[in-house]
């Protein structure tokens, strides 16, 4: 028996599915026709779907890192903080991390905001929060921002109560070794630190503070001075 099968209209999009294997150009096309509450990554060629966010798994634990980067960024002109960007990293993969923080390119960053309004190329630093989806964050996404040259790489674990911190050497990602307190502190950003402790114990106030104690000192006044030097 012959099969017979109607012609598709060019201009059709389909929707996006889990595990659709695409490139970044289509994947683009169908994401964008896709309702405005609809996450999706496309992670070396597969599309992935993320399904509900739990308040106490995700959403809360975003808010609070979310609200320790803005501030770092709020205090560090030549820095910017974002939320869920859209992330277009190669012709395979394009990734929406929770948070990331950038030098901007007028002061020497090489992540751009290119004309279809997504980020172009590797933010300084990406952090993920990963619950349901941390075997995805620490394994297929970690080793692709690697490889894209992301500088550091932050992931709060948040139904293991544990941060992971690293750093890129080019080879691999290794990771950062707390101090005697248990703050991390990042080596891209001069007076980056993260009180793991007091952000485990839902402690916004102290991370925050510890935070500002550092935005005090000397590092930090010349890695802003440094900035301001970078500018065309």
């Known amino acids: 028996m012959t099969s017979i099968q109607m012609a598709r209209p060019a201009s059709q999009v389909f929707p ?93 960053g090489t992540c751009r905001v290119a004309e279809d309004g997504y980020l172009h190329g590797a933010p300084e630093l990406v952090v993920e929060i990963a619950a349901s989806s941390a075997s995805r964050d620490l ?19 948040t139904l293991d109560a544990a941060v992971d911190w690293f750093v890129n050497t080019g080879d691999t990602f290794e990771p950062l070794a707390p101090d005697a307190d248990g703050c991390l502190h990042s080596r891209v950003f001069p007076s980056l630190v993260l009180d793991v402790p007091a952000l485990l114990g839902n402690d916004d106030e102290r991370v925050l503070q510890r935070l500002e104690q550092e935005l005090g000192k000397t590092p930090h006044a010349e890695f802003v001075a440094r900035l301001q030097q970078e500018r065309p």
């Open 139 to 157: 394994h297929s996404k970690k080793d692709l921002y690697q490889a894209q040259g992301v500088r550091e790489y932050l992931v709060w674990r």
């Open 16 to 108: 996006l599915e889990n595990g659709d294997h695409l490139d970044a150009a289509e994947f683009l096309r169908r994401y964008e026709a896709m309702p405005p509450s609809t996450r999706a990554e496309l992670v070396e060629g597969v599309v992935f779907m993320s399904s509900a966010v739990r308040a106490d798994a995700h959403a809360d634990p975003h808010g609070q890192l979310a609200a320790w980067l803005l501030h770092y960024a709020a205090r560090t002109p030549g820095t910017r903080g974002s939320i869920d960007p859209t992330l277009r990293c190669s012709t395979r993969s394009v990734v929406q991390p929770d948070l990331v923080l950038r030098i901007t390119t007028d002061h020497g």
